[in-house]
Each structure stands twice: as structure tokens, then as C-alpha cells.
């Protein structure tokens, strides 16, 4: 049956490659929502598993999802893709193996329509491992708040930049060509947030309806992931820098904070030269030079 073109509230946006472990769980999250006027955007980011099979069988088990198969070009380009074809007010970019609780469209919806000077809403964040299992929390951490801007910038430790936490007002990000930047890996998160946080505020809501699964194999145990993390730090620093983002009036703690994290993660990295050279650059942000 041909899909009828409507325009929902909001889009579900969701990249995956190689998803195919998590994928059907997310997508019935998704479609368990007590607020039903969405469509589901499924891009395929040039799978090599059976994925491609399995979003196929997805499109045909609801008429508001939409599937689109693609090159591999990463999950930036993916997401920017996915919000150019999404249709609804309000969009989520929501990873391929999170879950959301039932009242998570609902929820932020509600408080996107009650305050539109926002162009963001997310709430605090449960974590899951790999079988689906809490994790526990001794503090859960949030969405960024009225401050989003320092939360970022100064990594403050209860703030979370997952984008699947995220709804955000669709034409705030185009008004403002706010997309993620394909020149970053993980930071790509951080600076669309900072750029958003240039333009609007963000709300962060007491309820916990976002389960965010963390995997064992994660980057942050492996010294050759740990070199690729550390330059894509390095490269989200300069560009905060070389294209103005951070504002003014936090330039000089956001230097003193990030050459202090460069030089630590340049340790993790075990790129010694990178320590040092952050290491004198933090001790001159310190005394104002």
C-alpha cells in the first residue's frame, strides 16, 4: 500500500549501520508512544549486516515509518540527510539501540508547545547495558538547562549530550543552518548544541523516559580509539575557537578548562608531545596570556 505524504508533528530520525541487534527494539519503543502523530525515518548508512533486510520489514509494518537506503558517509552526514527529509515540527535524532519510555514524545512535545522561545527539550537519562539491563546511577544525569551553553563547554559532569535525549523545534535549526558537522566524530554532538545554544535555550525535564544503552567494547578502552578521540577533541576545541562559537565572556575558562582536558586526554592518547604543548598553553590561559 503506497504511503500517503502527511506532515506530522514530529520526525524520528534514526541512523543506523549495522544495527541489526538493536534495531527492531528501538523502533517498537518508538512506535509504544502514548503521543502518536510522528513519522519514523530510518536511514541505512550502508550497512554490511542484514540490516537493510530488516529496516525493509519495518516499513511494512506501519505506514509512518519511511526507510531510505544509503552510501556509507557516517552518522553526521546521516542525520543531516534525515533532517532535510523529515516532515514533522519537532525532530529526534535517536540512535539505532536506545529506548524510549512511552510518555518521552509526549513529554517534550508538551513542553516545546508551553514555552516556544526553547529549541530543545530533553529530560534526565537511564542507562542500559548491552541486554537491555539498568545500570545503576548514583546521580542520573540530564539534558543541558538553561545554562547549555556552559554545560558544554565546561563539560560539567551531570550533563549529557546524547542526542536520542533531544527533541528539537525543526525550524530553529533551519532558520539557523544548525546541522552536524561531518568534520567530527563523537564531538559533532557537542558543537550542534553549542551552535543551538548561540541561537535558544534548551529545557530540561525531571522525568527519566530515555534509556541509553552503553556497550563493553567501548572506545574509551582502546589506546587506537583513544588517539581518535583525543584529535577529535582537539579539532572541536579549534573550531569552537577559529569560528567564534564560544562566546566572550567564557573565553578564558573554556580555555583554561579544555587545554586541561586536551592535556589529559593527550596522556590517555599517549601522544606525549600534545601533553606538553597543552600543558604550557593551559598554564598561559591560567595567569591571562
Known amino acids: 500500500m503506497p504511503k500517503v505524504k502527511i506532515k506530522p508533528k514530529v520526525s524520528i530520525v534514526i541512523p543506523v549501520y549495522n544495527g541489526s541487534r538493536y534495531l527492531q527494539q528501538t523502533v517498537v519503543s518508538v512506535l509504544k508512544q502514548s503521543f502518536n502523530d510522528f513519522e519514523v525515518l530510518i536511514l541505512n548508512d550502508g550497512s554490511t549486516d542484514n540490516t537493510g533486510q530488516i529496516v525493509l520489514e519495518l516499513e511494512n509494518l506501519d505506514n509512518r515509518i519511511r526507510a531510505f537506503e544509503k552510501e556509507n558517509t557516517g552518522v553526521a552526514a546521516t542525520r543531516n540527510l534525515g533532517l532535510e527529509r523529515a516532515l514533522g515540527e519537532f525532530v529526534v535524532f535517536l540512535d539505532a539501540d536506545d529506548l524510549l519510555g512511552e510518555d518521552f514524545i509526549q513529554s517534550r512535545v508538551e513542553a516545546l508547545m ?24 548514583s546521580a542520573p544525569m540530564q539534558a543541558p538547562g538553561d545554562k547549555m551553553m556552559e554545560d558544554i563547554l565546561f563539560y560539567n559532569s551531570n550533563i549529557a549530550t546524547i542526542p536520542s535525549n533531544l527533541m528539537f523545534r525543526k525550524q530553529v535549526l533551519i532558520d539557523n543552518s544548525i546541522s552536524f558537522d561531518t568534520r567530527l566524530h563523537s564531538s559533532a554532538d557537542r558543537l550542534f548544541l553549542c551552535k543551538l545554544a548561540l541561537v535558544s535555550t534548551c529545557i530540561s525535564l525531571s522525568c527519566q523516559n530515555i534509556f541509553y544503552r552503553v556497550h563493553s567494547g567501548s572506545m574509551y578502552h582502546n589506546p587506537d580509539s583513544m ?11 579549534n573550531i569552537l575557537i577559529n569560528e567564534y562559537i564560544v562566546p566572550k565572556r567564557l573565553m578564558k575558562e573554556f580555555l583554561r578548562k579544555n587545554y586541561y582536558m586536551l592535556s589529559g586526554a593527550a596522556i590517555q592518547a599517549r601522544d606525549y608531545l600534545s601533553f606538553f604543548w597543552y600543558v604550557i598553553k593551559y598554564g598561559l590561559a591560567r595567569v591571562g596570556i
Open 114 to 137: 508551553t514555552n516556544s522561545q526553547a529549541g530543545a527539550c530533553g529530560s534526565k537519562i537511564s542507562f542500559i547495558d548491552e541486554k537491555g539491563v539498568s545500570i545503576n546511577q
Open 227 to 237: 588517539k581518535k578521540l583525543f584529535k577529535d577533541n582537539e579539532l572541536f576545541v
